[in-house]
T-cell receptor, first 111, second 116 residues
């Protein structure tokens, strides 16, 4: 079945550090891939998405590239801010079905 | 327009009682999903409605869980004879037709259920 394996957390970084959160997936067909973010006390929000191989999703300085050959969708940001502290979820969305989420990665950015 | 809304925001109930959780999706969204977020289990799919089709109930953990969607809009998730392991945040999401898997799912704020 479909599955998402996400980098274990928690991750603690200093402000302006480089961020990578690894995500790999197993799925049949060609799912769309998403990163969702959950800020403290808030609901899930879409951060970025990619719908086909080699697509790069980007938003708020975050980027992720849909790599079919390595079945990966790693999240990166060149310079994190304190306001980026949140839980990040990688997810895949196969054709006509529900989202399958990774376990989530807690990110804390220290000033 | 308004986003996905859920009520109540918090619910504390005694073990063995029934609870109903409500979701109002975004107007015009034909697909509605219920997920559960709990410690140690992450985000789990529960049930999915699309238009007038029969719902996909493959994620419901037991027959104590059921859901309905009236008039293709509001949905109610019912948990009968609640158990402590049902304690979690129950999330509702809606989207445009899911035949296009690129369509984003918009999430509500969730209902935090605590079973004592």
């Amino acid at each position: 079945g479909d599955s998402v394996t996400q980098m274990e957390g928690p991750v603690t970084l200093s402000e302006e550090a480089f961020l990578t959160i690894n995500c790999t997936y197993t799925a049949t067909g060609y799912p769309s891939l998403f990163w969702y973010v959950q800020y403290p006390g808030e609901g899930l929000q879409l951060l970025l998405k990619a719908t086909k191989a080699d697509d790069k999703g980007s938003n708020k300085g975050f980027e992720a590239t849909y790599r079919k050959e390595t079945t990966s969708f790693h999240l990166e940001k060149g310079s994190v801010q304190v306001s980026d502290s949140a839980v990040y979820f990688c997810a895949l969305h196969p054709f006509g079905r529900q989202l399958t989420f990774g376990s989530g990665t807690q990110l804390t950015v220290l000033p | 327009g308004a986003g996905v809304s859920q009520s109540p925001s918090n619910k504390v109930t005694e073990k063995g009682k029934d609870v109903e959780l409500r979701c109002d999706p975004i107007s015009g969204h034909t697909a509605l999903y219920w997920y559960r977020q709990s410690l140690g289990q992450g985000l789990e799919f529960l049930i999915y409605f699309q238009g007038n089709s029969a719902p996909d109930k493959s994620g419901l953990p037991s027959d104590r869980f059921s859901a309905e969607r009236t008039g293709g809009s509001v949905s109610t998730l019912t948990i009968q004879r609640t158990q402590q392991e049902d304690s979690a945040v129950y999330l509702c999401a809606s989207s445009l037709a899911p035949e296009r898997s690129s369509y984003e799912q918009y999430f509500g704020p969730g209902t935090r259920l605590t079973v004592t």
